[in-house]
């Protein structure tokens, strides 16, 4: 299937590792222009950046300023905006429960999940309606309807998040502007399975290993394992081509059947 999306310019946020990576590489294997924004390269990243339009901007999202600095160098090195990829995210465990996250916990998570996302969409958008149709997907979580008491923040976020993107669906689609959500369950990145990642921390804290960690969560899957950040971008893809043009306000769950309710 063509997804018609060569010549197009994306911005995706979070772009050095994990989903991020994956949505960049495959942007750029479908022929698009990306500013790819991260606090750090990585080797993955540049090794793309020296071989396709692939722009690398160092910038720390969480900051007030940052968003608009990627997009507005995104539009004045590329001449305009047709893709945006919110996909900036963290969580940390809450192993200690509510009473434990304190302000400054609440205030990280609800920065990089959901203000960075607020923030980047607003800068992005007059860029997205004057070169419309495009599209906003913004890498939601499962975790959006599916509430945990162990990463109790990051659920919060997430349900912002997307609530979020179904209400701007709203205003920008008679502008022309699609924009849709993607959530995942458990994916094979840094975030679940890294040295400082979900299943290591639960594992350090339970006295268990982080691949038992991970085994047991995966089982909770239908299809037995966790996402493959390249299954993510497949769908990112769909959703950023012209293919799904009249899909809006949506949200695909990739969980591999994690969630067992309608
Ligand atoms: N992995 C999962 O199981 C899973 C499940 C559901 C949803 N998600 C969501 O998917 C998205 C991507 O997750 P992932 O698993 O791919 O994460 P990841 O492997 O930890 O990668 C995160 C990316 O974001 C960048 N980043 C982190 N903090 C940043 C900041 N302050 N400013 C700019 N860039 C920053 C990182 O690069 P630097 O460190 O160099 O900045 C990296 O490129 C997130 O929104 C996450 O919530 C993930």
Redesign the pocket.
Known sequence: MDLNLSGKVAVV?????????AITQSLAAEGVTVAA??????DELSELASRAPVHVIA????TPE?PARLVDEAVARFGGLDILVN?????RPRLDGFLAVTDEDWDAALT??FL?AVRTTRAALPHLVARAPSTIVT?????AFLPDPGVID?CAA?AALSNFCKSLSKEFGPLGVRVNTV??????????L?DE??AATVARATGGDPAGVAKQVAAEAATGR??R?QE?ADLVLLLASGRAGNVTGSDLVIDGGLVKTL
Request: hydrophobic share 35%; net charge positive.
């Open positions: 946020t979070g772009a050095s590792k994990g989903i991020g990576l924004g991260a606090r750090q390269g990585s910038v720390d999202l969480t940052g996909n900036v995210g963290a969580v990089i999940n960075t890498i939601s979580s499962v975790n990051y997430k959530s995942p369950g458990p994916v094979e990145t840094a975030l679940w890294g990642g979900v966790f996402t950040p993510v």
